[in-house]
């Protein structure tokens, strides 16, 4: 089982048991699928192998080069006393250029160096947020549903999203007459 599609799963059936309106839902599944979408992407980057060739052909030139720089470099350090100043020179330009060739490998996998749980903390403390929000949490005044639209207001609530309690579907047909 691929664990990170079981988990985009489960969270696309948690989305459906929301409470909310269908138009955010759809929002939060379109948001879902580009993450699905980054997800792939992400994946085909980390199982994209690098050739294990050029990462062995490169530390060979690289320690080729740094053993054979101290010859190029015996004229410039003349002036030092027994050429004794290359010393600290060459561990610099070693420790440098290794360290670039160590950071090019960690980024040819860059998922074993990302701090994986804090994103996925912060995802989660997100979602968790968007799941608080309630009608009226921007700071803007909410408005009174018109009478034209309470047919569609919720089914005898008197809650500030739908203005003062409009009647609900079931109570319209009744009202007219028309039962069911």
């Known amino acids: 089982a691929h664990r990170p599609n079981r988990a985009l799963q489960d969270l696309s059936y948690a989305i459906d048991d929301l ?4 138009i955010r839902k ?10 699905e979408d980054n ?5 085909r980057i980390l199982t994209s192998p690098v050739p294990l060739f050029y990462s062995r052909h490169l530390a060979r030139f690289l320690a080729t080069w740094i053993f054979l720089l101290p010859f190029g470099l015996y004229d410039a350090f003349s002036a030092s006393w027994n050429h004794l ?3 600290p020179a060459m561990t610099v330009v070693a420790v440098m250029l ?8 960690q980024l040819e996998e860059p998922f074993t160096v990302l701090p ?10 997100w979602c968790m947020e968007i799941m608080s929000w ?3 949490d921007n700071g803007r005044a909410l408005k009174p549903v018109k009478p034209e639209y309470a047919f569609f207001a919720d089914a005898g609530t008197s809650s ?4 003062v309690g409009e009647k609900s579907f079931e109570s319209f047909l009744k009202n007219q007459g028309q039962g069911y």
Do not use: R, W
């Open 134 to 136: 309630a009608p009226g």
């Open 98 to 105: 290794f360290g670039i060739e160590e950071i090019g490998t």
């Open 160 to 163: 500030p999203a739908n203005g």
């Open 39 to 43: 997800l792939g992407s992400s994946e």
């Open 85 to 87: 100043a290359m010393i």
């Open 26 to 35: 759809n929002e939060v599944q379109k948001a879902v699928t580009i993450f």
């Open 19 to 22: 409470p909310m309106h269908f």
């Open 116 to 125: 994986m749980q804090s994103f996925c903390d912060k995802i989660y403390n």
